[in-house]
């Protein structure tokens, strides 16, 4: 990590400052191409579901949920499944090509969550939620964080896995089997995007507290005086 | 070693990093009214094609026990416009035509002379729920070759007593498990539930399934595909 760490020497007053190379574009181009699949996926699937609000087989079966129209996105069940199924294919393009990148790379080491990581969990738990003492900042990402990105991207292959589901349950019927048939496929589908989106709510909280240096270096890859050495 | 940069190149280099974002932008183009329909068109079309391409001629839909059936008053009465156009049955005809050798009319005697199909099978509507069905009948495949029917030809149509109509591709058409249904749950077919004959295809789509078969066309070319696919929905749509 910090393979390409620059000073920065500011003409006017003088100042040093640094600035290291964190999002290769790559990165950045899938983060933010996932971001808009991932919305209209939610927003599509949301419409789709209310064709059938519900879950299991169509024995008269009453609605869960009345989710509004206003929040959804296809206009109506065709619309919605051209969205989805379109957009699907992005969502997975960019997953696959984040993924093979981070293998590839070897970047993955500085932020797939490993048992290493557990016991410096709870000291940032403490920190963000009960006003504990920061942990010295040691690398890129923290436990905390490593586990909120490995979570997501586990999320992100699950949604997939019960989406291919739901979408060939006979092709794919072997993948039913260990998530228990197909009704739990959908259920297990609607959960993961709940899941998913607790995820983008605490990610942008984070993205907020850590201020405006962070949120650029997902634009431009450069952080501005990162908190963790460089070399 | 760590390099060094003023602070206008590191303002340059930054603006330069942005801008290799664009390609971004171009997701936009689904935000344009004009484009965005045949955007989507494609996307679904792709989507089909992907369908087609993993569709397994000899992978068999799941099947079930008995005791997993819906019972049959719980089996959803589904159509587009009515639910029992009132078919004649005394004089009701399946009339064949297009890439056949023995195009006209065939009666339901002769249908039901084929070997006969029993199978418990999930039927999937597009809308997200499903239910379990018992469903005999002749295999499509069977009456294909009844017909003589040229299985090289790309297409299956049908039309429907209540003007519905539907298409199907002839790799579903020769799947084993795929029937023209004239009985569910040991009974002759209900109204509700196409009298007296509909499809029953266990790779496909719920609106795939067609209820009061009228007419078969063996074709290489669709004029129309469907009626919900003429609507948007997905023209393959397999399981």
Not at chain 1, 50 to 67: M, N, V
Not at chain 1, 136 to 161: E, R
Not at chain 2, 128 to 144: I, K, M, P
């Amino acid at each position: 990590m910090a393979s390409r760490a620059i000073e920065i020497n500011d003409a006017k007053t003088g100042e040093l400052s640094q600035a290291v190379y964190e999002h290769p574009l790559i990165v950045r181009l899938c983060h933010w191409i996932n971001t808009v699949a991932l919305f209209v996926l939610v927003g599509s699937g949301l419409q789709i579901f209310r064709a059938f609000p519900s879950f299991g087989a169509k024995i008269p079966q009453e609605d869960l949920i009345h989710w509004p129209k206003a929040l959804a996105i296809g206009g109506w069940l065709g619309g919605a499944l051209q969205w989805h199924l379109t957009f699907m294919w992005i969502y997975m393009a960019t997953g696959v090509v984040y993924l093979a990148y981070q293998l590839f790379s070897g970047n993955y080491k500085q932020v797939l969550f490993l048992p290493r990581d557990i016991p410096g969990v709870w000291p940032m738990v403490r920190h963000y939620f009960f006003f504990g003492a920061k942990p010295p900042v040691k690398q890129a990402y923290n436990p905390l964080q490593k586990h909120a990105y490995t979570s997501a991207i586990v999320l992100g292959v699950l949604s997939v896995l019960t989406g291919l589901v739901i979408w060939k349950p006979v092709q794919f019927s072997w993948l039913a089997c260990p998530m228990g048939g197909f009704h739990y496929a959908r259920l297990w589908h609607f959960i993961i995007m709940w899941a998913l989106l607790a995820f983008v709510f605490g990610h942008l909280v984070m993205v907020v507290l850590h201020g405006w240096n962070n949120f650029v270096s997902m634009l431009t890859g450069w952080k501005k005086d990162p908190e963790y050495p460089s070399e | 070693m760590m390099l060094r940069a003023d602070g206008r190149k590191f303002k340059s280099m930054n603006r330069r990093e942005l801008l290799k974002l664009t390609p971004i932008v171009a997701l936009g183009a689904f935000a344009i009214p004009k484009l965005q329909a045949p955007l989507l068109k494609a996307g679904l079309g792709f989507s089909d094609w992907v369908s087609a391409g993993i569709f397994r001629r000899g992978h068999l839909a799941p099947t079930f026990s008995d005791a997993e059936l819906t019972p049959f008053d719980k089996f959803p009465i589904n159509d587009y416009d009515v639910d029992d156009p009132g078919v004649d049955l005394d004089r009701w005809t399946l009339t064949i035509s297009g890439a056949v050798q023995k195009a006209g009319d065939y009666k339901l005697a002769q249908i039901q002379s084929l070997p006969k199909i029993t199978q418990n099978t999930r039927h999937v509507c597009v809308e997200g729920w499903d239910v379990v069905g018992n469903f005999s009948g002749a295999r499509l495949s069977d009456f294909l070759r009844l017909i003589g029917a040229d299985t090289s030809a790309r297409f299956i149509t049908v039309k429907c007593a209540d003007d519905y109509y539907e298409s199907l591709d002839m790799a579903t058409a020769l799947h084993p498990q795929t029937l023209l249904c004239y009985e569910m749950y040991g009974r002759t077919l209900t109204g509700q539930h196409g009298a007296p004959l509909r499809l029953t295809i266990p790779t496909k789509i719920g609106y795939k399934q067609a209820k009061w078969l009228t007419e078969m066309n063996v074709t290489n070319v669709l004029q129309q595909v469907g009626y919900w696919e003429d609507q948007g929905y997905s023209e393959f749509y397999g399981l």
